[in-house]
């Protein structure tokens, strides 16, 4: 088990800037997933992290160790990547045992390792087969045997699961949060896909362009997003987000799924018309038509196509942000200059 720390670390190619100045924390025993759209250095960081990459400045320490000039394979960190490679000619039992063999590991040893490992990611059966017999989730489970069965004190992911069809990726989403409680280890896993951060996580770190936009856990991100940039990564479709009418630029959002389609009484109510409509079995995705621009509902309400209705969202389910887009307080002042300009309760 290890706690990571990175302190104004920088990384740079060339002229190009990729990493301005990162300060991350990594708690002893997390699973923390680094989340962010493609190019923003996630794979940077965890290579970084790892010792592949070298650092353009700043520390990492590996519990209180400083890792700068530690070599990859001195630094006690496994690692998956999407594009594993497993040995064609190999079994699995000497796939897994291979990640060993330079480790000067007793047979014995060895053994009892590769059973307690493939017990737990559910390969049992299957040590004597050839990665060529097997599904591309088990292949991909052999990758996860081979890095575990090393006893690492960290565990690092790289979009492991990208290369499985959807319904393989939640399983196996499922099945790592399960490994992870199991094991103990510290997990860090990089992935750009939201619901994958969010299902797996107890710490999310969001990037964006080299930088943390906001970092904490699954639940505190969806309902305390720091700035715009957060409410509208996380949840699907995006946070609604009303501009250009409140005043100093202020910007009002709330989620779909806090919309609703009748009036409500603490909170503001505007004229909507259903333009489009989209059936995803128990919820319903709705367009409406205001006249502050189009709004995103997601409802279990079975409307029809083309009403007119009065769109109602609490005040209590309301984001407001500065000019800057950072979040601000909702306080009495807020609630007032939202119900002056969109029109008040009900009641
Ligand atoms: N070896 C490299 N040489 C030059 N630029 C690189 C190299 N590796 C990554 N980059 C750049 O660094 C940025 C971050 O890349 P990366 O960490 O791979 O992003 P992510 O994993 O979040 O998709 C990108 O703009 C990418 O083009
Ligand atoms: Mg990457």
Redesign the pocket.
């Known amino acids: 088990m290890s706690s990571i720390s990175l302190r104004n670390v920088k990384?740079s190619?060339?002229n190009?800037v990729?990493?301005e100045n990162l300060n991350l924390e990594i708690r002893d025993g997390s699973f923390t997933v680094?989340v962010?759209?493609?190019?923003?250095?996630?794979?940077?960081?965890?290579?970084m992290i790892t010792g592949l990459?070298t650092l353009s400045g700043g520390d990492i320490f590996i519990d209180d160790t400083r890792v700068n000039d530690v070599p990859p394979g001195k630094r006690d960190i496994s690692m998956v990547f999407q594009n594993y490679a497993l040995y064609p000619t190999m079994s699995v039992r000497e796939n897994i045992e291979f990640g060993l063999t330079n480790k000067k590991i007793p047979k014995e040893e060895r053994q009892r390792r590769i059973s307690d490992v493939c017990e737990i990611v559910g390969l049992t059966e299957y040590l004597d087969r050839k990665p060529a017999n097997l599904s591309g989730g088990q292949r991909q489970r052999v990758a996860l045997a081979r890095a575990m069965v090393k006893q690492p004190k960290v565990f690092m992911m790289?979009?492991p699961l990208s290369n499985l069809d959807a319904k393989l990726r939640t399983q196996m989403r499922v099945e790592l949060i399960n490994m992870h409680k199991r094991m103990g280890t510290t997990f860090v896993y990089?992935t750009?896909d939201q619901v994958e951060a969010m299902s797996m996580a107890d710490d999310i770190v969001l990037?964006n362009q080299?930088k943390i936009v906001q970092q904490s856990g699954p639940k505190e991100l969806y309902h305390n997003p720091n700035c715009i940039y957060t409410a509208q990564f996380v949840g699907s479709p995006q946070t609604n987000i009303l501009d250009g009418q409140l005043p100093e630029k202020m910007k009002l959002g709330f989620r779909p799924e806090k919309v609703r389609l009748h009036p409500v009484e603490a909170g503001i109510n505007i004229p909507a018309s259903i333009q489009t409509k989209e059936m995803l079995g128990s919820e319903i995705i709705y367009s409406l038509q205001t006249p502050y621009g189009v709004v995103m509902c997601k409802s279990e309400e079975d409307m029809e196509d083309a009403v007119k209705v009065t769109m109602g969202v609490e005040f209590s389910s309301m984001y407001l942000f500065g000019a800057d887009t950072v979040r601000l307080p909702f306080d009495d002042k807020a609630r007032a200059a939202v119900s002056a300009v969109f029109g008040g309760p009900s009641k």
């Open positions: 990384k190619y060339g190009e990729v990493i680094l962010g759209p493609s190019g923003c250095g996630k794979s940077t960081t965890l290579r990459e790289d979009e990089v750009h990037m080299g």
